[in-house]
């Protein structure tokens, strides 16, 4: 069974959707779980705001397109002027993971698809009552303004100073509230950084429009990866909702498989499938970042990448939405640096350079 709330205390729940189904399966999975409880469900925000106020739920799931209000327009509300952990609900479509994302920018911690299409009821039950420990257990509820401080506060990284990128490989893997992370540390990196593979937890066509948004913002190129695309210098993958994506080589080049299988550590795609593939494929000549998330997923990859001889690094409590996932992973023995947010990029390259200068080193002790 997934992980379950360890403090006896239930976690309330309201279900905001003007669809009387997806009220009804929602309410339905929900309570399949000993530790929630479906407090009560809205057809609209006008009902869901007088709903909250009586009923003070822990965590709502909000569609995002309803009558009388969008959702949107209502989560800018609530976190203005009652904030609570939100789980933004969406059909799979490339309007709505595009406003799925300004959702996220707004301040809900996670996106969930609706039940049909890519996913089972079965599959979304488990990842639904995942979400909602996930966001009963966050601690702020980061904003767009919050992330643009954290931006300009951010350490700058001098690009140039690598001699050597093609054979390196960083892998990062996230999951709630790691939208804004995976941002905040793409936009520092410079066209000069190693290829980047990355998994964040999230469904299909979303990731698609992540990768988009990202690209529009930082100075390498970032795309939704497909199979067989080339890791290379300047570019960052990111895995394919509901697909994992795994790391291979081939002689000096190093491309990716998008691939299916089963669900791992609950999720599809797995930061432990990436992680691991890495290890594999790159060794001492990665460097792997976990970041935060609910859960387990990475924690032993990140792990078989540190016995491979790759540094390793997670991100700290402060910064963490939720401390799950870098806290998994440093209780493993996993870590080689804890850091804030704002510092991974910086430290990202300080390892590379370390790792440049040591192979000139060895080098000359050869001689």
């Known amino acids: ?28 999975e929900l309570s399949k779980y000993p530790d929630i409880e479906v407090v009560g469900t809205a057809p609209d925000p006008y009902v869901a705001r007088d709903k909250i106020v009586r009923l003070k739920p822990d965590v709502i799931t909000l569609d995002i397109e309803m009558p009388r209000m969008d959702g949107i327009t209502f989560l800018r509300k609530l976190m203005k002027y009652y904030p609570i952990p939100t789980i933004v609900v969406s059909s799979l479509t490339k309007k709505n993971s595009e406003m799925a994302l300004e959702a996220l920018e707004a301040g809900a911690v996670d996106v969930l698809a609706k039940p049909g299409g890519a996913y089972s009821v079965g599959d979304m039950s488990v990842q639904l009552a995942e979400k909602v420990r996930a966001a009963a257990k966050v601690k702020y509820l980061p904003t767009a303004s919050e992330t ?8 700058k990284i001098v690009p140039g100073t690598l001699k050597k990128t ?37 469904p299909p066509k979303f990731t698609e429009s992540f990768a988009e948004r990202l690209n529009s913002l930082c100075k390498i190129e970032v795309r939704e990866a497909k199979d067989g695309d080339a890791v290379i210098p300047g570019v960052a993958l990111i895995a394919p909702g509901n697909y994992h994506m795994v790391l291979k080589r081939s002689g000096a080049r190093y491309y990716v498989q998008i691939k299916d299988g089963p669900l791992v550590c609950y999720q599809r795609p797995s930061v432990d499938v990436l992680f691991y593939s890495v290890a594999k494929y790159a060794g001492r000549n990665a460097v792997g970042v976990i970041m935060t998330g609910m859960g387990k997923d990475g924690a032993r990859g990140l792990l078989e990448m540190h016995k491979a001889g790759a540094k390793t690094i997670a991100q700290d409590e402060q910064s963490c939405v939720v401390f799950g996932m870098p806290k998994e992973a440093i209780k493993l023995g996993a870590v080689d640096v804890v850091v804030s947010l704002e510092d991974i990029p910086r430290t990202i390259f300080k390892f590379l350079q370390e790792d440049e200068e040591g192979v000139a080193d060895e080098a000359v002790k050869s001689l």
Do not use: W, Y
């Open 148 to 155: 643009k401080e954290r931006l300009a506060k951010a350490p």
């Open 1 to 28: 069974m997934p992980e379950s709330n360890s403090s006896g205390r239930k976690i309330r729940v309201l279900v905001v959707d003007d669809s009387a189904i997806v009220r009804k399966i929602f309410k339905q």
């Open 166 to 202: 093609t054979h390196k490989v960083i892998a990062m893997g996230a999951s709630t509230g790691g939208t804004e992370a995976v941002k905040v540390v793409l936009t520092q990196l410079p066209v000069t950084t190693p290829g980047v593979v990355i998994v964040q937890h999230m």
